[in-house]
Nanobody
Framework: QVQLAESGGGLVQAGGSLRLSCAAS????????MAWYRQAPGNERELVAD???????NYADSVKGRFTISRDNAKNTVSLQMNSLKPLDTGVYYC?????????????WGQGTQVTVSS
């Protein structure tokens, strides 16, 4: 079993910055893709950014140039640096990790952390 722990959410004014962190814990697993999703009330959960083990990254169009995803493979952590935050960035942010543990695959989600951007 791979469990995720998120931190870094909070309240910030528009134009400010926040850094979200997620730590994956478990034994004998490989995190192939680490990602951040977000969900605002009334909206579907959407991919914000992800990062593969090979170093490829992907960003939602709405956050390109403002957010940066990074991972530390030695520590099995992934972070999301969010700059120039806008009220539309408000939502619950979820860490997601897909990978393998032994011969089995896994898809783990964190409990979510609230990000609120005020005008």
């Amino acid at each position: 079993q791979v469990q995720l722990a998120e931190s870094g959410g909070g309240l910030v004014q528009a134009g400010g910055s926040l850094r979200l962190s997620c730590a994956a814990s478990g034994t004998f697993f490989t995190a192939n893709v680490m990602a951040w999703y977000r969900q605002a009330p009334g909206n579907e959960r959407e991919l914000v950014a992800d990062s593969s083990l090979g170093g490829c990254t992907n960003y939602a169009d709405s956050v390109k140039g403002r957010f940066t995803i990074s991972r530390d493979n030695a520590k099995n952590t992934v972070s999301l640096q969010m700059n120039s935050l806008k009220p539309l960035d408000t939502g619950v942010y979820y860490c997601n990790v897909k990978g393998t543990r032994g011969w089995r695959s896994f898809d783990s989600w964190g409990q979510g952390t609230q990000v609120t951007v005020s005008s």
